[in-house]
Every structure is written in C-alpha cells, then in structure tokens.
C-alpha cells in the first residue's frame, strides 16, 4: 500500500479526526470580512484591540487605557485572538495595497478628485486642479475613467491636461476615449450593445466593483519640465470624467502621489484589514472542536459511532454553530468549553479519576473567564457529580461521594478566581471595576422585561425565535422525554443549561443579543438541544426499516442547513442597515404595528436602533430578508448584464408581498456575499500574484472538506449494495456545491 493510502486508511479510522477537519475547513471556506474587515461585535472589537496591543504594540497602549473593560468583557476571547494576530502581522505588512494600482513604473496611489462633466450634478466641475506640487518632472500618469460616455465615437476628446511651466509656457495634451481613458461600465451588457468607443486595456477594476475599470495614460516629457501647475479641463457638454489617481516623476527616477481631496484606503487601513480578517479563525477552529465533543459525548452515552457522527454533523451545519464560527462573538468559546466540561465529567462518571473532574471544572472556570453570565452553568455541573453518585446509592450517600469531586471541580476558582479578584480590585480602582461596572452592569438592562415577552421572544419570534433559526430542533426537541426515559438522571445536565440560559435571558432587556444571526444568547445550548435528539436519530439510522424516516430526517436537516446558509453568505448588518436608514422611517411606528409593539419601549432607546419589527413582525425578519437579498445576489452574479431583472428582484421586498409598501430608496446597499476569498478577490484584481494566493489557500481547504466528507460519508453509509448509490450522490452533491462557490469567484 502507498503513503498516500495508507494515510487515507489511518483518517478514516479516526472519525473524531473527520469531523474536526471538515468542520473546520468548512468554517474557514465561508469566513468573512465582515463589513470591509472592521469585525461583527462590539465585544470582537475589543478582544481584537486588546490581542494586537499585547502582541503588537510594545507600548501596550490600548491595554493600560482599557483595561477596565474585563469587567465587562471576559479575557478568554482576546486570548483566542492573540496568537492569530501575532501570526497575521507580518503578513499585514506585506499584503498588497488595496488603494494601489501597480503600473509597470510605479504603484498610482488611488485618491478622490471631484468629478468632471458636462452633466449637471453634485460637486461637478468643468476644470479641475491637480494640485501637484511645483517641480521639475520628466513623467506624469493620469488613472481615470469615463462616465455616460458610451455615445461618444472611438478618439473623442472629453478632456484636456494642461502643463504650466515656471517659465509661463504651457502644453496642452488631449483625453480620449478609446485612447487614453473610457467608459467604466464598458463590460456591462446595456453599456456593451450601445458603446461606440474602444475600450483601452484597463490597468485594474474599481474596488469594490469588480465590472468597473480603470484606466491610465502615460505623458514621457522630451526633457524635464519645470511644472508650476497642472489642470483638467472638460471639454464635452455632456458626460463625465473621473480623476482617480496621478503620479508625476522627477528625474531620479522617484515617483510622488497626486494629493487628491482623501485615501481611498490609508495603509493603516490595510493593515488592520489583513490583522483581523484572520482573527475570526479561532471560532471556526473552537467550535470544529465542540463538534468533535459532540461526538464524544454520544459515544459516551453510549450511542454508536455512526450515531455519535451523525449527531456531529447535524451540529456542525444545521445549527447556529455554523454562522457563529464565522463571527467574532465570544459565544462559541463558550459553547466549546462548556460542552467540553460536560464530556471531561462524563469520563469522570466513567472513570472515578478525579483529574477529570479538575480538568471539567478548568474548562468551566475558562468559560466564565469568557463570558461572565457562564457561571450560571457552575452549579449545574456541580449538580451533575451529585446526580452521577446517584446511581445504585441513595441521595445521601451520593451527596457524601460527590463532596471531594466537587472541591477538585471548584479548585480552580477558589486558587485562581479569588486571588484575581483581589490582585485586579488591588491593580485597578475598585469601584470602577466592580461596583461601576460588574455590580452596574447587572444593574443595567436586567431583571426590567416581562418573563413572557422575553421568553417567547427568544423561542418563538419570527426574527429571532431559536426554533425557526435552528429548524433541526423541532424534530430533536420531542425526543426530550424520550432521552430523559433512557438516560435518568445523567439528562439532567443536558435539559438543565438550556432551561437555565432561556430563563436567564428572557429577563434581560436586550435578550436577542443586539445586532446578530438569531438568538445569540442561546448559541451554548444547542450542541445540548443536538444531543437530546441521539435516540430519533439512532431509531431513524439503525432500526428504521424503511427509507421515508432517514429521508425525512434530512430534508429537515436540509432546511435547517439551508437557513444557516443564509446567516453565513451575508453579513447580518447588510440587512439590519437597509431596514433602519431605508424602511423604518417609511413605516407607523417604525414597523412596530405590525408586531413588536409590546417591545418598542425597551427596542426604541437601544444604541443600535429601533428593530422591534424586525425581531417580532414576519414581514421584516431577517430570515425572509436575507432570502430576497440573496436572489437578488444570485441575479446580480449570474446574470449581471441584465440590470432590469436586478431592479426586478430587488424591487420585491418581502413586506411588499405581505401589503407593506415601503420602498427602499437603495436597496443595492444590502447586496454582496460576506465570503473572505470574493472580497479578496473583488478587491485586489491588480494583484495577480496574491490571488495565486488566494486560491491556493481556498484549493486547499476545499480538498480537506471534501477528503473528509468522503471519509465521513463512509462512516455514515457503509459500503453495501443498498446504500452505495446515497454515499456516492452525497460526496457528489458535496463537491458540486464547491465547483459551484469556486465559479462565483469567475463571475466577479
């Protein structure tokens, strides 16, 4: 047997292995950047800020200002961060830059001019300044484009360059269409069937908007010219013209910038963009991780290994666990070290070796180091001991045999928490830090909304009901009482945390978690909510006799996979955006008249905006919006040429459908597919070296997804006669869905 077989035979014994690998590949194939690379929370904003002051800043500046924000924001998600950051910063330093077009003699810096024209608009001149600054140059380069210039014939001149010398001579040089700039929609197919010029060979695509050129045209002077000025001037009555970059160079051969009125983006900005669009890695890799836990934990409970992979998988993309690992929230760390605890105690239960109940309750104490509001699990788990010394002992004997494995469970706060407190009360000022914050924080927001208005709110509502985001819980859910039957007491832990989070946060004022994909508060209970569901799925993989229950089980799975789709292509605030600038001034009472009113007190003074509608109308939630959105998307990539249809598809708002007319006045802000490989694609097309890049890193994780899809599916369906045709059409269907991601970014 070769090297490669005989590795392939060692992967496909180690499903644990499997699953990590594809659900991490997975996570890592639909990152994002997340509005331009600036993160998805205020709290990932504050864990990136602090890793790259620890691991970057030798000042350490943002850490000793800061650092009072721990009382609100655990260390664990900063840790996280910190050793992507140290890894992303060298090759921040070498990316490419987005505001650069490389020229084969200098990289033009891209800058804003006013525009140009004969068409009467905002801000439009007929002459324009270049404000370069006086000096001998031998060269100058003029990156520009046209615009509503399809009508004018191959050589028309729209513009003019005029040189002064110190000396008072002047030149005049003329801009062409078809020559030295044209039109920036040459390729789009309404501008394609009327254009009368050439189109010149473009230097680089607008950022942004792959479809739109630049162009550039080099003046060589016959010697060296003493420049006082230099100006544009338009010479056309209708049209226009777009300065977007200029160089002039002195006879040294160095280049220096136009000044332009502003960066399109500074080279801070690309830096920061190339440190942190990395950073979210660390959820994809933690909660890879917790759907490997979930597979241990099955198969501790004793289910069999095509049930525990099945389990697993179900996790990993029919859940909220698959859009979390793309956002920079700290709910998956939370997630991971919760379940990650409730397995080491499982092995506890097991084993009766107490380093795995300290190991538990080191995963706990991380957990509430992550998020505060996780200790609210600590005396569950606890109560979890005292339930595994149940079995075959009486109540008392049981709370005298889990004493000890309690105390090890609790070393870690009481060497750790206790002595931290002191050294931070001690370090810091400590009515800041506990009073001020830890003690106002508690005091803020919490314990004011009615029980049933959070509660159903985070179950039921149309824009953030756990249940329609994680649609797999409406089969797993009544198999409870069935779990419960089968595992006694040791359920409890897994019945417990969910109840306990869902009363939680029914009471808090903002229970939703802020601007988000679903409930966000309830992301740590659905590996739980999963696992209570083994029994169905051991009855529906192992002893159905009969296909219609697995086939069933999955379209359900398909649904639920397919709404997280939805939260993983586009960035959440896309929507949320478009609804508060372009909808709800258009709508009695911000839309809340059609649901939410109840709630409008608490929604309407949040910072982020009023979305009483969006979380409790069905014509506004999310979830409907991100499907018309996404058609629109589709119609935008595979049909690009046919702008009507686009008009069409965004003009189709879904509250439209249901009566509601508030018509977006731009309702193309909210298109764009939140996927890190298009938007570098997108956005550095004058690089064709970094997106070798690119697409190598994006090769390479697709061939480890889809090498352990194919390890999985063996696993899931056995090589008999029966079931080769389904194994053979998933690893099928499966790797289309990659062909088909890799053809968006040709699209472009």
């Known amino acids: 047997m070769t090297r490669t077989g005989r590795l392939m035979r060692w992967g496909q014994a180690r499903p644990a292995l499997l699953l990590f690998l594809f659900s991490f590949a997975l996570y890592a194939l639909s990152m ?127 513009a003019r360059l005029r040189l002064h010398d110190t000396s008072g001579r002047s030149t005049e040089h003329p801009i062409r269409v078809g020559i030295e ?8 197919g309404d501008v394609r069937a009327v254009i009368k010029h050439a189109q010149p060979p473009p230097v680089a695509r607008h950022i942004g908007n792959s479809r739109a050129y630049y162009y550039a045209a080099t003046w060589l002077f016959d010697s060296p010219r003493d420049l006082a000025s230099a100006r544009i001037a338009y010479v056309q009555p209708d049209g226009n013209f777009y300065v977007d970059g200029l160089a002039v160079r002195t006879p040294d051969g160095t280049w220096q910038d136009g000044p332009g009125v502003g960066r399109v983006w500074s080279e801070r900005q690309n830096r920061e963009f190339f440190r942190r669009i990395w950073v979210v890695a660390a959820n994809a890799l933690v909660t890879a991780l917790g759907v490997v836990l979930v597979f241990r934990i099955l198969r501790r409970l004793s289910y069999s290994e095509r049930v525990a992979v099945v389990g697993a998988l179900i996790y990993a993309i029919g859940t909220m666990a698959w859009p979390y690992a793309k956002f920079d929230f700290s709910e998956p760390i939370v997630t991971t070290l ?24 080191l995963l706990a104490f991380a957990a509430v180091l992550t998020k505060y509001v996780s200790v609210i699990a600590v005396p569950l788990l606890l109560a979890s001991l005292v339930v595994f010394a149940k079995s075959g002992n009486s109540w008392r004997r049981a709370l005298r045999a889990s004493v000890r494995p309690a105390l090890v469970f609790l070393a870690p ?21 506990y009073v001020h914050e830890l003690i106002g924080g508690l005091q ?24 329609w985001y ?17 595992h006694g007491w040791r359920s409890l832990i897994f019945v417990a945390i969910p109840v306990a989070y869902a009363l939680l946060y029914s009471r808090k004022q903002v229970w939703y978690g802020g601007n988000s994909w679903g409930p966000r508060y309830l992301v740590p209970t659905l590996p739980l909510l999963v696992i209570v569901g083994a029994p169905l799925f051991e009855r529906v993989i192992e002893r159905a006799r009969s296909w219609l229950p697995g086939a069933a089980l999955a379209v359900v799975l398909l649904i639920s996979a397919s709404v997280q789709f939805m939260g993983v292509a586009k960035d959440f605030i896309s929507y949320l955006d478009l609804f508060q600038q372009q909808v709800a001034g258009g709508v009695p009472l911000k839309g809340a008249v059609y649901g939410g009113a109840d709630y409008q007190p608490w929604s309407s003074i949040q910072p982020e905006g009023d979305f009483a509608a969006v979380l409790y109308a069905y014509q506004f939630s999310p979830l409907l919006a991100h499907a018309w959105l996404l058609r629109a998307d589709a119609v935008n990539l595979l049909a690009p040429d046919r702008t009507d249809w ?3 598809s965004l003009g189709r708002t879904p509250w439209l459908r249901f009566g509601i007319d508030a018509v977006p006045v731009r309702p193309e802000n909210g298109l764009g597919l939140d996927f890190w490989s ?28 889809l090498g352990a899809w194919v390890g999985l599916s063996g696993r899931i369906w056995p090589s008999v006669r029966g079931v080769r045709l389904t194994r053979f059409l998933a690893i099928g269907a499966f790797a289309a869905l990659l062909i088909s991601f890799d053809t968006l970014h040709f699209m472009l």
């Open 678 to 705: 298009l938007r570098l694609v997108e956005s550095f097309l004058a690089y064709p070296g970094f997106l070798i890049w690119v697409t190598a890193l994006l090769l390479l994780l697709q061939f480890a997804a």
């Open 32 to 158: 994002g950047p997340a509005r331009n690379g600036s993160g998805y929370s205020a709290d990932g904003t504050f864990a990136f800020e602090m890793a790259k002051s620890v691991m970057v800043d030798p000042g350490h500046a943002y850490l000793r200002d800061q650092n009072r924000n721990f009382a609100r924001w655990g260390i664990g998600l900063p840790t996280a961060f910190a050793p992507i950051v140290a890894f992303a910063e060298p090759l921040a330093k070498k990316a490419p830059q987005r505001d650069r077009i490389p020229l084969d003699a200098h990289e033009v810096l891209l800058v804003s001019y006013p525009p140009l024209g004969g068409t009467p608009a905002k801000d439009v001149q007929r002459e324009l300044d270049l404000d370069i600054a006086p000096g001998v140059y031998d060269a100058l380069i003029l990156v520009s484009h046209s615009g509503l210039s399809a009508d004018f014939v191959q050589g028309t001149e729209i």
């Open 444 to 467: 803020r927001g919490w314990l004011e909304l009615p029980f049933g208005l959070g509660l159903g709110g985070l179950i039921t509502s149309w824009g953030k009901g756990v249940l």
């Open 413 to 433: 706060f009481a060497g750790v928490l206790l002595p931290g407190l002191v050294a931070a009360a001690t370090l810091f000022e400590f009515q800041i830090l």
């Open 338 to 361: 919760l379940l990650g605890s409730v397995w080491l105690l499982l092995v506890f239960d097991s084993t009766r070796q107490r380093r795995y109940a300290l190991l538990a309750g």
């Open 470 to 486: 994680n649609p797999i819980l409406l089969v797993t859910l009544p198999v409870l009482p069935w779990f419960v039957r089968r």
């Open 646 to 648: 686009l008009a069409d």
């Open 181 to 188: 700039t044209a039109e920036w929609a040459y390729d789009r």
